[in-house]
């Protein structure tokens, strides 16, 4: 990993994994045939249904805690429990509301006795299908979810629209989909789970990191208000979000609080992206200056690797958008303003009914601290209870690396 790809997409926890032996991310699988893959003859269209289940890796605890340390996780707890890891590919919705599939994670631990604690993962920014932890096994999206199995609880992660096995490009920043994909997951492997001979607790605790984080927010309110019908919110900890990107992340990213290079990145990802879910634009030649204008969307339709997308991209929103756009990202107006607007209510619209522990790193230039002390004093004023913790001087990447250990503690208790 280069350092301007560091500095440019080191928002997804799996864009800073490192490759470690395969001996020590999974023992072999011996398929069972409900490890194969499931006809789709004997599941139902439903939200929520499963296409197909595949048992991907199985952990050991020492290969568990090996994977965490290499992954580079700080004083990673002692797993209890060897784990299972299943990929499944289940129904959902897209961001109009039209019937797709989408691919998550679900992690068992072997041997647990009881009523399991759902722990959901919802992971940073990605851009390339192939980086999901239900494809990746050196992914570190996937070591941070098999941690909160190896404490004894049941994990879940989706990979979101467009991602892992996922049809399409991914939609990126939708809190609709992010929402709705976590949902139908959770659907999904409970009923998965029983045919494991595990039950699901109704109390889901919710966390996730850069992108995640904003999600773990709008998955909270769902799980509050009952979209996933009797499982409800338990906890919440989201890690270094954007929760406040009108009045906060976006004035950083043009005040020169956020690295260039990764503000060029997360808004060539954004445009392009909200270009199919809201209009954003029409024609690329009237957003990207010339040299980027014919090559931006095609990089970032899911299928290009970060070090490509890298290396092709300018190191400031400056020399990636014509004036006139640039202008509008600073300004929003239209529908690009209301849809920021409305995603921002995840911090003033509902009042959490369990503790709130926002994690931040004093060092972070992707998405700067300020964004969860915005968010905090909006809930607060709602009557929320909300901490906020700081990990101290680490980047972005740095500030997930060190809460989740604690997250998974602070979980299993």
């Known amino acids: 990993m280069t350092q301007r790809l560091t ?44 296409v197909s289940a595949v048992r991907v890796a199985r952990l050991t605890p020492a290969q568990l805690h090996q994977l965490a340390i290499t992954s580079g996780f700080v004083d990673p707890p002692n797993p209890r429990y060897a784990v299972s890891l299943y990929r499944l590919v289940y129904r959902t919705v897209d961001h109009f509301g039209r019937p797709t599939t989408a691919s998550g994670l679900v992690v068992l631990p072997e041997g647990r006795r009881g009523a399991l604690r759902v722990a959901a993962y919802l992971h940073g920014t990605s851009t390339t299908k192939a980086d999901a932890a239900t494809i990746d096994p050196h992914s570190t999206d996937r070591a941070a979810i098999a941690m909160f199995a190896g404490a004894g609880m049941a994990g879940i992660a989706p990979d979101y629209l467009g991602l892992g096995l996922g049809p399409g490009r991914p939609p990126y920043l939708d809190l609709t989909s992010e929402k709705t994909s976590s949902v139908d997951l959770l659907r999904a492997a409970s009923g998965f789970a029983v045919r494991h001979g595990v039950v699901f607790r109704k109390d889901v605790a919710v966390t996730g990191f850069s992108q995640g984080g904003r999600a773990t927010l709008a998955f909270g309110r769902a799980l509050q208000s009952g979209a996933a019908g009797s499982f409800r919110l338990g906890a919440l900890a989201p890690v270094a979000g954007p929760y406040d990107i009108l009045g906060t992340e976006f004035p950083a990213v043009f005040n020169g609080q956020v690295d260039g290079a990764a503000a060029a990145g997360y808004l060539a990802y954004l445009v392009t992206a909200w270009k199919s879910t809201i209009g954003l634009y029409d024609d690329p030649e009237k957003v990207f200056q010339p040299q980027y204008a014919q090559i931006v969307e095609g990089l970032l339709d ?14 400031s929103p400056d020399k990636l958008f014509l004036p006139a756009f640039l202008a509008e990202l600073k300004h929003p107006t239209g529908i690009f303003a209301r849809t920021l607007r409305e995603g921002d209510r995840i911090c003033t619209d509902w009042t959490p009914r369990v503790p709130v522990t926002m994690y931040t790193g004093t060092l972070d230039r992707d998405v700067v601290p300020a964004n969860a002390d915005s968010c905090a004093a909006a809930l607060r004023s709602r009557g929320a209870h909300v901490t906020i913790r700081s990990m101290g001087p680490v980047n972005h990447s740095g500030t997930a690396l060190a809460a989740y250990p604690e997250i998974v503690r602070a979980f299993a208790g």
């Open 7 to 50: 500095k440019l997409l080191a928002f997804s926890l799996a864009a800073t994994a490192v490759v470690v032996p395969t001996a020590a991310v999974a023992a072999p699988v011996h398929q069972t045939p409900a490890d194969q893959q499931m006809p789709s003859t004997r599941v139902a269209s439903t939200r929520g249904s499963i």
């Open 302 to 315: 899911g299928t290009h690797p970060f070090e490509e997308i890298a290396g092709k991209l300018p190191d």
